[in-house]
C-alpha cells in the first residue's frame, strides 16, 4: 500500500505564487510516472502536470510558461510550483503516482489541496 500526502496550497492573490508538495510512503515500491490534477466546482478534473522517472514533463496548455513540476526521486516525491496564478487557477489538487512495481499497476492519489485565487 502506498500513501500520498500532500502540502501546500491556500489562499493568493491573483499574480502570485503557491508550492505544492506531495510525498509517498510505503514499502517496497517503484514509481513511475507522478504528476497533479485538478478540479474546479463544476468543472471536469483535468490534468495539470506530469512527469516521468526520467524528469521529462507534460503541462496542461493553460499552465505553461506559469508552472514547473519536478520531483526528487530518491524521496518520491514531487512538486508544482505555480507562478503568475490567476483566478481560473483556483480548484481542488491532487497528486498522483503510478506505482509501476510490485505488480500490478496501480494510480495511487493524494486527498487533494484547496488552491484560491482571488481576483
Known amino acids: 500500500q502506498v500513501q500520498l500526502v500532500e502540502s501546500g496550497g491556500g489562499l493568493v492573490q491573483a499574480g502570485g505564487s503557491l508550492s505544492l508538495s506531495c510525498a509517498a510512503s510505503g514499502n517496497g515500491f517503484r514509481i513511475g510516472a507522478m504528476g497533479w490534477y485538478r478540479q474546479a466546482p463544476g468543472k471536469q478534473r483535468e490534468l495539470v502536470a506530469a512527469i516521468t522517472s526520467g524528469g521529462s514533463t507534460n503541462y496542461a496548455d493553460s499552465v505553461k510558461g506559469r508552472f514547473t513540476c519536478s520531483r526528487d526521486n530518491a524521496k518520491n516525491m514531487v512538486y508544482l510550483q505555480m507562478n503568475g496564478l490567476k483566478f481560473e487557477d483556483t480548484a481542488v489538487y491532487s497528486c498522483?503516482?503510478?506505482?509501476?512495481?510490485?505488480?500490478?499497476?496501480?494510480?495511487?492519489w493524494g486527498q487533494g489541496t484547496q488552491v484560491t485565487v482571488s481576483s
Open positions: 498522483y503516482a503510478d506505482v509501476i512495481a510490485p505488480w500490478p499497476v496501480r494510480t495511487y
